[in-house]
Nanobody
Framework: QVHLAESGGGLVQPGGSLRLSCAAS????????MGWYRQAPGKERELVAA???????NYADSVKGRFTISRDNAKNTVYLQMNSLKPEDTAVYYC???????????????WGQGTQVTVSS
């Protein structure tokens, strides 16, 4: 089984910064795309940022210029650097990774448990 461990969430003032990390572990053969999603109260889960295996990125319009996604393939880890945070960024953030394992026969999506980010004055 694959496990995704998230860290870095917390409470921050508007204009502040946070860095989220998500490390995948288990019988991993390779990882294709990785990304971050978020879900605010009363809202649907939305894609925040994604990065493929060679480093191409995609961002939601609402975070462009403020957030940066990156990955360390040797560590099976994806990061989200969040700058100039706004109250509307408040949400539970979930990491995602499409992973091929020794046993699953193909790439399947895996999700972390989520980490709370609260931006408030």
């Amino acid at each position: 089984q694959v496990h995704l461990a998230e860290s870095g969430g917390g409470l921050v003032q508007p204009g502040g910064s946070l860095r989220l990390s998500c490390a995948a572990s288990g019988s991993i053969v390779s990882i294709n795309a990785m990304g971050w999603y978020r879900q605010a109260p009363g809202k649907e889960r939305e894609l925040v940022a994604a990065i493929n295996s060679i480093g191409s990125t995609n961002y939601a319009d609402s975070v462009k210029g403020r957030f940066t996604i990156s990955r360390d393939n040797a560590k099976n880890t994806v990061y989200l650097q969040m700058n100039s945070l706004k109250p509307e960024d408040t949400a539970v953030y979930y990491c995602n990774a499409d992973i091929l394992t020794l046993y699953n026969g193909g790439y399947y999506p895996n999700w972390g448990q989520g980490t709370q980010v609260t931006v408030s004055s």
